[in-house]
């Protein structure tokens, strides 16, 4: 009955499932079914390189310091992909929509309730099923003008997801700053 839906209803339809009946022998423990590794991580430098400079305008005298290192679980059967929480609001904002739209799936062949009783110590078999990124950008500081452009590259990037990504458009108000840098 699915493949029939997928085949011949919807065609353009990706499946979840679809990854589970692929080849076993696969490099990492998650595949994405929409989107790709290096655009999430594209996206999400962009957003830190924003939340930095949305930080610096809040507080300009302050020390302003935004955490690198960012967490996807990936989904599965019974889940879909979440970005997991990070301190700043507006990291999590958009990491929410960048996992929506680069939606990675674990392909481990061992279910998630049934585990071996030494699975709470085994930490990297424990966390097979999640990304860590480190999006450090190098010990020297960012040009001005890279972090103008990743403001550009982020409100574009918004601009087409829709009615999610104009709410948050709206919330921070991007946009706004975005149209003043230009002028």
Known sequence: MGNYFVERVNPTLVSPYSIYFENPQIKEPYKFISG????????????RLVCEGLNREREPNGKIWVSPHMTINCGNLKDVPTFEHSTETFINAIGALAVKENSPYTVLREGFGRRAGDYAQDWERKNKHRIFLNLELGSGGVPVRVKIAARAQLVSRLKKQGSEGNRVLRTWKLE????????
């Open 36 to 47: 790709s590794l290096e655009r999430l991580r594209e996206v999400l430098t962009w957003t």
């Open 176 to 183: 706004y700053l975005a149209g003043e840098i230009r002028n």
